[in-house]
Every structure is written in structure tokens, then in C-alpha cells.
């Protein structure tokens, strides 16, 4: 018997995302569709709430109640409250007209702004360019389109050059930085 999921077993991981998307589902179903919304990316969820101020206290104390009962480890020195959190990597901060949250804005933070544009200018002084940083890269750039779709072809170009077959004068370990010089210079 264990307390926890193995995830050394190879089903270990399906089992959590099973599990999270039902808390999830259990969290959605107690509250106002239109007032109430969260996510969960691993195991750091993000929980959104709308109305007064008094509302969005009694719906927020819902939730967490319902996770407490649901036997979850909250890691309350984490958690955030106010009308802006930073979730992995991204910032997300609700404007309020009239007492309502009317309009909701995604940043990258400047830290993981930074550590892109330092990996791609270190990428781009490389001559060959190490293919196994460059996949790490391109994991970052991935994430980044997702906050940001706009990036998305950059991403594609990086993936691309990362996996592909080893070029003339290539290696399975290094590529020509000349392959991937356009979408390191756009995403800088």
C-alpha cells in the first residue's frame, strides 16, 4: 500500500493526470460557471474567481476547503491572492472596472524573458551549435508559444533544426548555427 504515486511505474503519470482532472472537474461543479475557473499544470493549479469581493473570498474558501477535504497537500507558501499571481513562468494579472474583473492580462516574467533571450544569444555565438542544449532550447521555446502563439513558427524552426537528420558537414551531436540563426534572432 502507498501514499503516494510511484512514478518510477510506467503508469504512475497517467495516474496523477487522471486524478488531477478530476479534482479539477470536483472544482468546477462547486462553483458558477461564468464566476469561478482553474487549471492545474503538474500539480501547481491556478483558481480564477469573479464577483464582489465578498464573493470572490467565499468562492476561494470553497475551493480550498474542497481540496482540504479531498486530502491534498497545499503548499501555502506558494500560494498567491490578489488580482496578479505568477504561475510557471507567467504572469497573469486581472484589470477590475466597477468592482468586476473585466479584462485579463498574460506576460512572460522578465526572468524567464531574460533566461530565453541568454540561451538563444549563447546558441547563436556557438560554432557548431550543440544539438542536445539546442533540444533543451527548443522546450522553452515551446512553452513561450504557448503563452505567446505569435512564437509559434519561431518554435517550429528551432524544434525542426534540433531533430532533424545531421546535414553535410554535421554531426548527431552538433548542427550548423547557420540552421537556426533566423529563429534564435526573432525570438531575441
Not at 491556478?46 to 476561494?60: F, K
Not at 503548499?75 to 505568477?86: I, Y
Not at 505569435?150 to 525542426?160: C, E, G, I, L, N
Request: one cysteine or more.
Amino acid at each position: 500500500v502507498y501514499r503516494g504515486i510511484l512514478y518510477g511505474h510506467i503508469a504512475g503519470p497517467l495516474v496523477w493526470a487522471r486524478l488531477a482532472a478530476a479534482i479539477m472537474r470536483a472544482t468546477a461543479s462547486i462553483q458558477p460557471q461564468s464566476m469561478a475557473g482553474t487549471e492545474t499544470y503538474v500539480d501547481d493549479p491556478l483558481t480564477a474567481v469573479g464577483g464582489t469581493c465578498a464573493e470572490r473570498r467565499h468562492r476561494l474558501l470553497r475551493i480550498l476547503l474542497l481540496w482540504q477535504a479531498l486530502g491534498l497537500h497545499i503548499s501555502w507558501h506558494k500560494a498567491q491572492l490578489g488580482a496578479s499571481a505568477v504561475w510557471i513562468g507567467a504572469k497573469f494579472k486581472m484589470r477590475y472596472t466597477n468592482g468586476m474583473g473585466d479584462r485579463l492580462e498574460l506576460t512572460i516574467t522578465p526572468e524567464k524573458l531574460a533566461k530565453l533571450e541568454q540561451e538563444a544569444q549563447e546558441l547563436l555565438r556557438q560554432s557548431p551549435c550543440d544539438r542536445a542544449r539546442l533540444r533543451r532550447f527548443a522546450g522553452l521555446c515551446s512553452w513561450v508559444a504557448s503563452v505567446v502563439p505569435a512564437a509559434r513558427v519561431f518554435s517550429t524552426m528551432v524544434w525542426a533544426a534540433a531533430t532533424s537528420k545531421p546535414a553535410k558537414g554535421e554531426t548527431d551531436d552538433h548542427i550548423s548555427p547557420a540552421r537556426v540563426k533566423l529563429p534564435l534572432r526573432w525570438l531575441i
